[in-house]
């Protein structure tokens, strides 16, 4: 046991030295309009980044052993546009290489509220045009009108629930999670409402009455936990993952990057890694996902993406898939 506590803390310490380069490298590449703005992403960096915190090294008492080879320590936020912009790289990995590794998402705290005025940006209207934005670049699907409707004054109630659901299920928190994101990003729903977090966790089949007792109670300390051990870590923008051997060997990637940018990580740990195989028609990627964007349907099945939407529109106008349309694009949902 004393082995394997002083291997973690191994692990950490070089993820802290490790994450503290990192995020100053990646500060001198921010651009100053969205500097220690949470909600204007760098969409060249592909971060999101928080306000400036803490960078002390940590222990190893948040960081779990795990039967992979590989842990993946993936510090998120519902609310964050650039981890929606991840998805399809993040299923296609799943898919790939989920026998090699273990995804542990944190939450890492975007949005606290909005007692603060920096880079260019004073309420929620202005973030709409930027999202707007995002959803183009990233070619999925984001309505930033939800800032001029209905807007969310924190990413914290989303955040903190996801860690309620992870009591009960880790992995229907995962499809809690997307299930949210759906709801915010395409229609428009706020996130920051216990209304709209209950029909989420209602639709995924988790125990409603249950989460709203561990969302007041447990969840509240873990997201906490979260939040400490990202400021340890040094992280300050999302998504941040960082690839974990066994043997204390890291790998980091910050901001939204392209699938190969994932899969090298996992390689330079372990270049034994192999891909798993998996069927690449439209009801075999349903039946495991049953909403894709476009893009996603592009990445996981191998068409190209200027032949995914017409492919995924022949289906839906055959009955087959029923599609949601936004003013930024499209998600197609099995029927």
């Excluded at 930033?144 to 992870?166: C, N, T």
């Excluded at 509240?220 to 979260?226: A, N, P, S």
């Excluded at 990637?253 to 690449?280: C, D, H, Q, W």
Aim: proline share 4%; aromatic share 10%.
């Amino acid at each position: 046991m004393k082995k394997t506590i002083n291997r973690f803390a191994f692990i950490i310490f070089m993820l802290s030295l490790s994450a503290l380069h990192g995020q100053t490298n990646t500060k001198t590449m921010t651009n100053e309009t969205t500097k220690n703005n949470p909600l204007l992403c760098d969409i060249e960096t592909g971060l999101c980044e928080t306000a400036e915190g803490n960078t002390e090294n940590t222990t190893a008492k948040n960081i779990q052993s795990t039967k992979k080879a590989i842990q993946v320590i993936y510090y998120t936020d519902p609310i964050c546009s650039s981890c929606w912009g991840i998805e399809p790289q993040l299923r296609k990995l799943k898919l790939e290489y989920g026998n090699a590794v273990e995804i542990d998402y944190r939450m890492g705290g975007l949005l606290p509220d909005w007692n603060y005025n920096s880079g260019g940006i004073s309420s929620p209207a202005d973030v709409a045009s930027h999202w707007d934005e995002v959803s183009i670049h990233y070619d999925m699907p984001i309505d930033g009108d939800l800032w001029l409707e209905d807007p969310m004054d924190s990413s914290y109630p989303s955040s903190i629930a996801f860690k309620a659901a992870q009591l009960q299920d880790k992995q229907k928190a995962i499809v809690f999670m997307r299930e949210m994101r759906e709801l915010m990003f395409l229609k428009k729903k706020n996130m920051a409402k216990w209304e709209n977090i209950a029909v989420a966790a209602g639709k995924v089949g988790l125990d409603v009455a249950q989460l709203k007792m561990d969302f007041e109670g447990k969840a509240q300390d873990l997201f906490k936990d979260d939040l400490k051990l990202g400021q340890e870590l040094g992280v300050r923008g999302f998504p941040t993952m960082f690839f974990v051997d066994d043997a204390g060997n890291q790998e980091t990637v910050y901001g939204a990057r392209p699938y190969a940018f994932y899969e090298m990580a996992i390689l330079k740990l372990n270049p034994e890694a192999t891909k798993s195989e998996y069927s690449k028609n439209w009801e075999a990627l349903f039946a495991l996902y049953p909403t894709l964007t476009a893009k996603e349907f592009s990445e996981l099945s191998g068409t190209p993406r200027a032949e995914s939407e017409q492919v995924l529109n022949t289906l839906s106008d055959a009955g087959k898939l029923e599609k949601l349309s936004t003013k930024n694009g499209s998600i197609w949902t099995v029927k």
